[in-house]
């Protein structure tokens, strides 16, 4: 039996894991639920999962609960034996401390957000190796990568592409990008997910940020990394080797597969997701992406280049920006005009992260923020 700490367990993608861990109860028990203030869902899952704890960042309501865990509480958790497998699914940058201590200690770690590793990537990837940590990535793309080059060198890989639908606009001319609200942009055509991931496919930063993840978890060179839209959103990435071959990993877009995958890994366990029926397959498309109409592309191949903390620059922009355009206070497009802002300001004053640790990091995304933050008063409606 493998106790787990689902971190993020209200969203999506905790809620997915939880569903596999149900159909799995012999193998897997949940110790500890985490999230940041939905307190009405934590208590029914708590309910559900009778031996587990909760921390909530937010506490409004039930500060009394016994179930309830302080901050040190829960990082002693993690220390201990008591945990094996720790799933990250908290949205944003939030997540990075959890994640870098879990990693500290050694544990399994299956990481669906991808923003701490887009942060600190080499930071993290670094302190895994020391610890002996797992780290197992669970959303689609890079669990799907994972999958295809297991038991194969880093140097047989010619190219790796991330697919992706394209979100609701990859056929919308950009002439009409000014008319676009954040109902129309959260009207994803293939996942079910929170509101600041479905924004970040809308505008595609997803797969900006998906890159640099990539970059830092496969240990790639970035002109071997690639993105590309299909539309029915079946293949979740390609993996091109040195002799011409291709594996191309399919699945259904349920996120069940990807949680069941790093949870069993290396075996395969129940997730209770039908599979696909090639029978009734009538299309499998792709179509490349057009960057003009999606700057985000070229965003991350530029944060990449610059190095010296720039992808931190870029993903604290990119919440800052989202954030203001579902508050309906910016437009669609002023999110690629803040973020571009911010970078090429990073760039003027030659700002770079000149010492790499936790404390290092959280504090130079704040300064990152604070920018974006300034110069978002030029895009205010």
């Not at 990082?75 to 699914?89: G, Q």
């Not at 830092?216 to 079946?234: M, N, R, S, T, V």
Request: charge should be positive; aromatic fraction near 6%; include cysteine.
């Amino acid at each position: 039996m493998q106790n787990v700490v689902v971190l993020g367990s209200t969203g999506s993608i905790g809620k997915s894991s939880i569903e596999v861990i149900k159909k799995n109860k012999d193998k897997f028990n949940i110790v500890c639920l985490v999230a940041k203030s939905n307190e009405e869902l934590i208590l029914d899952q708590s309910k559900r999962h009778k031996n587990s704890k909760i921390y909530l960042e937010n506490p409004k309501r039930i500060k009394s609960s016994k179930k309830l865990i302080e901050k040190n509480e829960l990082l002693e958790l993690i220390s201990s034996k008591d945990v094996d497998v720790v799933i990250a699914a908290i949205s944003g940058s939030d997540g990075l401390e959890l994640i870098h201590h879990s990693i500290k200690n050694g544990k399994k770690i299956l990481i669906a957000n991808k923003e701490p590793l887009v942060m600190a990537g080499a930071f993290l990837m670094n302190e895994a190796r020391k610890s002996g940590a797992q780290i197992i990535p669970i959303d689609s793309e890079h669990c799907s990568i994972h999958q295809s080059i297991e038991g194969k060198t880093k140097d047989s890989i010619s190219k790796i592409t991330l697919t992706c639908s394209g979100g609701p606009f990859h056929k919308l001319s950009k002439s009409k990008f000014k008319t676009i609200t954040s109902n129309n942009a959260l009207q994803h055509p293939i996942w079910k997910m929170g509101k600041k991931i479905t924004i970040d496919s809308a505008t595609l930063m997803n797969k900006a940020l998906e890159i640099i993840e990539a970059k830092h978890l496969f240990d790639l060179d970035q002109k071997k990394i690639e993105a590309i839209i299909h539309p029915e959103g079946l293949i979740h990435s390609l993996v091109e080797f040195n002799d011409g071959t291709v594996l191309a990993s399919m699945a259904l877009p349920d996120m069940k597969i990807s949680v069941s995958y790093g949870l069993g890994f290396p075996k395969s366990i129940k997730n209770g997701v039908a599979k696909i029926n090639f029978q009734e397959l009538k299309n499998l498309s792709f179509k490349k992406i057009d960057r003009k109409k999606f700057p985000s592309i070229d965003f991350a191949y530029f944060a990449l280049k610059y190095g010296k903390g720039m992808p931190i620059i870029l993903n604290a922009a990119n919440e800052v920006a989202v954030d203001l355009f579902l508050k309906n206070k910016i437009s669609f497009l002023s999110i690629y005009d803040l973020i571009s802002s911010t970078l090429n300001y990073a760039d003027r004053s030659n700002m770079n992260l000149t010492s790499v640790s936790l404390s290092s990091i959280i504090k130079f995304n704040q300064e990152a923020r604070d920018i974006a933050l300034n110069y978002s008063s030029k895009f205010i409606k």
